[in-house]
């Protein structure tokens, strides 16, 4: 048997790129998640049934477990989306992100490195660790200018100084022990299946019920908006093109500011449930406090990516978020499950 190990598999991003794998894929997919706030089994639904789907819950920083799924399933490639990945709640509370971003990330490295030097000819030829991370590391950008991937990081947030951390340590990996690493930094990600603290999710559940779409700082913040679909398919071509150490941005080409984004989430709402508590729903837009830190602007150039592995973005903004409310507002079961958990909606990273 041979088998990818997905950690954090239960997650938005990961949960997104298990489902494709076994849409499009032929190897077992072995997911490796602890199930916090933010992973959710009901994402994985769709593929629980199929004989490549394998799940096992536990922590990527228990080494012992992640080196007997490494040795049981034959493990060719490890795919790394475990993280703590919302800004706010590292400023609530920073020692998550290093016990998971850091620390965390440093055992899975340890456990596949031993792995990797003790596997056969075939296992070390073979073997692949691919990294997911962000463009947060980057930092800030002004109004011109985008991050390439040899952009000075300069992470402004306890949550990008945590990714930068563990990205520093996978290619540390890469330089001192040889481990055949990837790794990747993308732009922020949308569609089905995401926690509704992030920005997306959170405007349309409470403008469906008429609550206030909070709105940090003047709403100019600008983000590169990539489609959760679109990034789990270059992942997937990274994986099976890339030389070892290459390092590959992943951006969306779709730059919006946050107001922009909720304004085109209101309009969608408006004609998609004519039904909701309050109409227009834009007059719920409310404008608060920022974030301490807030990086102003972020801009991703994807050349090498597109160059080099022949991807590039196919879902239009427009058309993915339209389909993202609608997924939202058909799958209240899901919502609701999340909703029964720990997290109400309220606001967090306030310092």
């Known amino acids: 048997m041979h088998a990818i190990l997905v950690t954090g598999g239960a997650g938005f991003i990961g949960s997104c790129f298990v489902r494709?794998?076994?849409?499009?894929?032929?190897?077992?997919?072995?997911?490796?998640?602890?199930l916090t706030y933010a992973g959710n089994l009901q994402s994985l639904a769709s593929v629980a049934n199929d004989p490549r789907f394998v799940f096992r819950k536990g922590d990527i920083a228990d080494s012992e477990l992640v080196r007997s799924i490494l040795s049981d399933y034959e493990v060719r490639a490890i795919v790394h989306f475990a993280a703590e990945s919302h800004v706010d709640r590292s400023i609530d509370g920073p020692a998550a992100f290093v016990e998971t971003n850091v620390v965390g990330t440093f055992r899975l490295l340890e456990a596949a490195c031993r792995y990797w030097q003790e596997g056969s000819s075939a296992v070390r030829d073979r073997f692949r660790f691919l990294h997911v991370s962000t463009d947060e590391v980057y930092g800030s950008l002004g109004a011109d200018g985008k991050f390439s991937e040899t952009t000075a990081y300069a992470p402004n947030s306890p949550y990008a100084a945590s990714k930068a951390?563990?990205?520093?340590?996978?290619?540390?990996?890469?330089?001192?022990?040889?481990?055949?690493?990837l790794l990747t930094n993308c732009s922020n990600n949308y569609g089905p299946y995401q926690f509704p603290e992030k920005l997306i999710p959170l405007t349309i559940l409470n403008a469906v019920e008429g609550k206030p779409l909070p709105i940090y700082g003047d709403g100019e913040n600008i983000r590169d908006w990539l489609h959760v679909e679109d990034h789990?398919?270059?992942?997937?071509?990274?994986?099976?093109?890339?030389?070892?150490?290459?390092?590959f941005n992943i951006g969306g080409e779709c730059e919006r500011s946050n107001l922009q984004v909720v304004k085109a989430i209101c309009d969608a709402v408006d004609r998609l449930r004519p039904e909701s508590l309050y109409r227009p729903t834009a007059e719920l837009i409310q404008f608060v406090e920022d974030r301490p830190g807030h990086d102003r602007r972020y801009s991703i150039d994807s050349t090498k990516i597109q160059s080099e592995i022949g991807w590039s973005p196919t879902v239009a903004f427009e058309k993915g978020l339209e389909e993202t409310v609608r997924w939202y507002l058909a799958n209240d079961e899901w919502v609701r499950h999340?909703?029964?958990g720990v997290y109400r909606r309220t606001r967090l990273g306030l310092a």
């Open 232 to 247: 789990c398919r270059a992942i997937r071509m990274v994986l099976k093109q890339a030389a070892p150490g290459e390092v």
């Open 20 to 34: 494709q794998w076994i849409r499009e894929e032929t190897d077992t997919v072995v997911v490796l998640d602890k």
């Open 165 to 181: 951390a563990s990205d520093h340590f996978v290619r540390a990996y890469h330089a001192t022990f040889g481990l055949p690493m």
């Open 338 to 340: 999340v909703r029964s």
